[in-house]
T-cell receptor, first 115, second 107 residues
Framework: KAGVTQTPRYLIKTRGQQVTLSCSPI?????VSWYQQTPGQGLQFLFE???????NKGNFPGRFSGRQFSNSRSEMNVSTLELGDSALYLC??????????????FGPGTRLTVL | GQSLEQPSEVTAVEGAIVQINCTYQ??????LSWYQQHDGGAPTFLSY????GLEETGRFSSFLSRSDSYGYLLLQELQMKDSASYFC????????FGDGTTLTVKP
């Protein structure tokens, strides 16, 4: 079974631009979560989508948004990019079959650099 | 509110045993999971404690005490490849990974 894939792997943008990142979860997984990882802030939760609905949201400004499609693929968008948005953006998929806990499977991440 | 505390760095030698502690404060707590992340890699799942007590998986063990809002990850027979960051993650809706603990294993 293929793992979580993220595209693109690397991206360079300039301040003020917007960017869209894509995540394809493991086949059959219904939940997708997004995280931002920076050296100074650790791994921070952005949002979680389940069945095309945002189920949880972290403490990020409205410039960060996301969506999930009917095939569980997810995209996140960052508008009006700032230098501080430079980070590794990780996507994780979860089976979400009603078990008490489902581990998260992470993709390789998209390294975004804002100049 | 929510809070999560782990030591930022731990250093140990090959073959030794190391314990990474975690204290948390969160609402709607279901259990505690642990993830490992090597430098430049993606986090990978290590273990989950849904109930109080010890869970053992090979060289790694994880412990949870709900009454103390405390858990730990125990790594035995340390190997160089165990050098990585370790995150304790309370299972409570939003996944809080925090800054994690950087473990350095020296020869």
């Amino acid at each position: 079974k293929a793992g979580v894939t993220q595209t693109p792997r690397y991206l360079i943008k300039t301040r003020g631009q917007q960017v869209t990142l894509s995540c394809s979860p493991i086949s059959g997984h219904r939940s997708v979560s997004w995280y931002q990882q920076t050296p100074g802030q650790g791994l921070q939760f952005l949002f979680e989508y389940f069945s095309e609905t945002q189920r949880n949201k972290g403490n990020f400004p409205g410039r960060f948004s996301g969506r999930q499609f009917s095939n569980s693929r997810s995209e996140m968008n960052v508008s009006t990019l700032e230098l501080g948005d430079s980070a590794l953006y990780l996507c994780a998929s979860t089976l979400n079959d009603g078990a008490s806990y489902n581990e998260q499977f992470f993709g390789p991440g998209t390294r975004l650099t804002v100049l | 509110g929510q809070s999560l505390e782990q030591p930022s760095e731990v250093t140990a030698v090959e073959g030794a045993i190391v314990q990474i502690n975690c204290t948390y404060q969160t609402s709607g707590f279901y259990g505690l999971s642990w993830y490992q992340q090597h430098d430049g890699g993606a986090p990978t799942f290590l273990s989950y404690n849904g109930l109080d007590g010890l869970e053992e998986t090979g060289r790694f063990s994880s412990f949870l005490s709900r009454s103390d809002s405390y858990g730990y990850l125990l790594l035995q027979e340390l190997q160089m490849k165990d050098s990585a960051s370790y995150f304790c993650v309370p299972n409570a809706g939003k996944s809080t990974f925090g800054d994690g603990t950087t473990l350095t294993v020296k020869p």
